[in-house]
């Protein structure tokens, strides 16, 4: 990844996750989306706001080549914790699933969002189990890509609603516009690239 990409990737990535983690304890200040899901799905929402704030967090700093090399273990912990991040706010998400907004379009949206999220994180992480480095680098890119659903959403939904369209309606819609672009441009940089160096070393701990 080229470093203005990334350094881009993770201001945006650093700025969502630092509002992911902080508006369910906003108080009076808490839009009324965040409100919403939090009075429907308390426990679900929590985890699903905390867990993705760390996951979006964390994973943008496991792609910096310079960072894996310098410090291989920190990318093993960080890994561990971006898997267990995951598991919260995958099964979180799942959870708000059968009360999302939108009707039926945006469950779907959301609730297949979750599936391969949580599925392609654990490709990733049981082929790193099994040392095959290369598989491992193409699954967490594609995790991480579902994961930056984050950001997208926040970028899409508050212009579509600008542009006048319905908010139940726009949300639907995001429902699946905040993830599918970013799994198409994660297929391709995957197409485009190999690897000229291993992740991290081979490991069963």
Request: charged share 10%; glycine share 12%; hydrophobic share 55%.
């Amino acid at each position: 990844m080229k470093r203005t990409g990334w350094v881009v990737m993770t201001l945006f990535a650093l700025g969502i996750a630092g509002y992911a983690a902080l508006m369910p304890f906003a108080g009076d200040q808490m839009p009324k989306l965040v409100a919403t899901l939090l009075s429907r799905n308390p426990v679900p929402a929590l985890a699903h706001f905390l867990g993705g704030a760390l996951v979006l967090a964390l994973g943008a700093f496991q792609f910096n080549g310079g960072l894996r090399r310098r410090y291989p273990a920190m990318h093993r912990w960080s890994g561990r914790l971006y898997v267990a991040g995951i598991l919260a706010g995958g099964i979180g998400a799942l959870a708000m699933v059968p009360r999302a907004m939108g009707g039926l379009p945006a469950q779907a949206g959301f609730g297949i969002l979750g599936l391969i999220w949580l599925g392609t994180t654990g490709a990733g992480f049981l082929h790193i189990r099994r040392g095959n480095l290369m598989a491992h680098r193409t699954w967490m890119l594609r995790s991480y890509a579902l994961t930056f659903a984050a950001v997208t959403l926040r970028i899409y939904l508050p212009l579509m609603v600008s542009a006048g369209v319905p908010f139940e309606t726009a949300y639907a819609a995001v429902a699946w516009l905040c993830w599918l672009p970013n799994l198409l441009v994660a297929e391709w940089i995957i197409r485009r690239s190999v690897p000229a160096e291993p992740i991290i070393r081979p490991s069963v701990s």
